[in-house]
């Protein structure tokens, strides 16, 4: 280019897509910085001097707070660093903020859908939780449980709740860092690319509770030997009671009340809810002993049916008939429901599972309420410890089974109804019947312990509880009509051969 030529000048409509890209970009950050604003009421709790923020800046994405002498400090929100899918399946949203000496302001949980969060756990408990954080130094790791050395904050977790704490306390702790390091308040790993994040949240649960893994998985493997050995069990009717107790004491005391371990319609909503939007194997990896315990109730139910559960593994149910049978032996009397009554409560079931169901579609949150009508949490979450209607509620249900067996079982339970759905894909017929079953034997079917034999001797295969008792009459010649039959006519031909041989 010499003296004499004109710069070049700009193509024609390059500014225009300049000036529309900056107000694209200014846009996105007010947008973002609007989204925080809509929390400035809980910004200010935790900054009472607060007076406005600065942008919502990215990588990570924080905002500084400014009141009247200038910077006090940074917020920001977990779900735009660290989105961890807590029980629920979605994450828990908590505004987050620290001063410029390095300490936590505190933490406000501003969305989630956490069932025991919105049912169960009071807000006393919550507000005890989140107020551990404020004072916490940024610099530190911060756990929930174990021992406090130097560097290692430890804080309490919520009784009932272990991964919704879990949950928030990793995306705080992390969340935290992140910020801090970009706006250079730490500077002791470097740069935030060069952070390490933890492993994965359900990989950290499975760790620590591998002990109870382990032990979980030796119960379920002995159930399965139990399962496939159950006619030669049925042979030996006083070991396979001795086996059903022990196995019963081992579901109420360790998958229950040590475990909390109880399987609830909320998972079967919350697995459906899941396929539906977005199904992530993480979520369901959360609690390593329902994740255990539900792949083992999917593959039983396959082959055998949901007797399986309801009868050995479900602790509710468990607590249930060990307090029937104390009852019976302290005189109470046994309340057995007409037939034709009996049969109509069935429906009950299924009738709240379809209310709840069809709730969930509508809200999630709204249904995981309703699905109180499950006593499981107040039982075993909170043991007992919540407000008085639920209690009153819980220990009704626990009362009237010392009469009925079984009854919340056999009449409201939606979880058994659930079960029932994937039980109708069942592979085999394991439960043996004989031709003179019902007709006219009715030994099998007075003896029931839920009334699942037909008066014709067909098993109700929806209803079965797989006890087994009624494959012990099968196989004893001494109730059975035709082994009773046989052995009668073997005894005689025997009596028989021996007076000819004297």
């Known amino acids: 280019m010499n003296a004499h030529t004109p710069p070049s000048s700009p193509r024609p409509g390059s500014w225009l897509r300049s000036f529309i890209l900056l107000i694209a970009l200014l846009g996105a950050g007010a947008a973002t910085s609007a989204g925080l604003e809509d929390y400035f009421d809980q910004v200010q709790i935790l900054f009472p001097q607060a007076e406005r923020l600065g942008l919502y800046t990215k990588n990570p994405p924080s905002a500084a707070v400014f009141g009247n002498n200038g910077l006090l400090g940074y917020v920001f929100l977990t779900n735009d660093i660290l989105p961890i899918p807590a029980y629920s399946g979605k994450p828990i949203n ?76 990793r995306t705080v702790a992390e969340g935290i860092k992140r910020v801090a390091r970009a706006r250079g308040l730490l500077t002791g790993k470097g740069k935030e690319s060069h952070f390490i994040a933890p492993p994965p949240i359900w990989k950290t649960l499975w760790y620590e509770r591998y002990g109870s893994v382990i032990v979980l998985a030796t119960g379920l493997g002995v159930l399965l030997l139990i399962l496939l050995f159950q006619d030669w069990l049925a042979r030996h009717p006083t070991l396979l009671k001795r086996v059903r107790t022990g ?90 429901l007409p037939g034709v009554v009996h049969e109509r409560l ?70 058994g109804a659930a079960l029932t759905f994937p039980s109708r894909f069942r592979i085999f017929d394991w439960l043996r019947r004989r031709k003179e079953c019902g007709r006219p034997c009715q030994i099998c079917a007075r003896d029931c312990e839920v009334q699942a034999i037909r008066p014709t001797g067909e098993i109700i295969e929806n209803e079965c509880h797989y006890c087994l008792d009624c494959q012990v009459t099968y196989w004893d010649e001494n109730i059975c009509p035709p082994l009773v039959e046989k052995r009668k006519k073997r005894e005689r031909r025997q009596r028989l051969s021996g007076n000819s041989s004297i």
């Open 346 to 415: 069935w429906a009950v079931k299924y009738l709240l599972l379809l209310g709840l169901f069809g709730l969930s579609l509508q809200s999630l949150g709204k249904a995981e309420m309703a699905a109180e009508v499950e006593p499981f949490k107040t039982v075993f979450s909170l043991r007992f410890l919540r407000e008085w209607p639920f209690v009153i509620y819980a220990l009704s249900l626990l009362g009237m089974g010392l009469f009925i067996r079984k009854a919340y079982c056999r009449y409201l339970c939606p979880l």
């Open 94 to 169: 908590s505004l987050v903020g620290f001063d410029l000496k390095g300490r936590l302001r505190g933490v406000r949980i501003v969305e989630h859908q956490e069932p025991i969060l919105l049912a169960g756990v009071s807000e006393q408990d919550l507000a005890h939780y989140i107020a551990q954080y404020s004072g916490l130094p940024i610099a530190d790791d911060i756990r929930i449980g174990g021992e406090a050395v130097p560097g290692r904050q430890v804080i309490d977790g919520i009784s009932g709740a272990t991964i919704t704490a879990m949950v928030i306390n």
């Open 247 to 336: 196995y019963l004491l081992f579901t109420l005391f360790f998958i229950g009340a040590y475990g909390m371990a109880q399987l609830s319609v909320v998972n079967v909503l919350t697995f459906v809810q899941a396929l539906l939007h977005d199904f992530r194997w993480e979520s369901f990896l959360m609690d390593p002993m329902m994740f255990m315990l539900w792949s083992f109730v999917a593959m039983t139910v396959l082959l055998w049916g949901r007797g399986v559960y309801c009868g050995w593994l479900c602790p509710f149910g468990a607590l249930q008939e060990l307090l029937f049978r104390l009852g019976q032996r302290l005189g109470m009397p046994l309340v057995e």
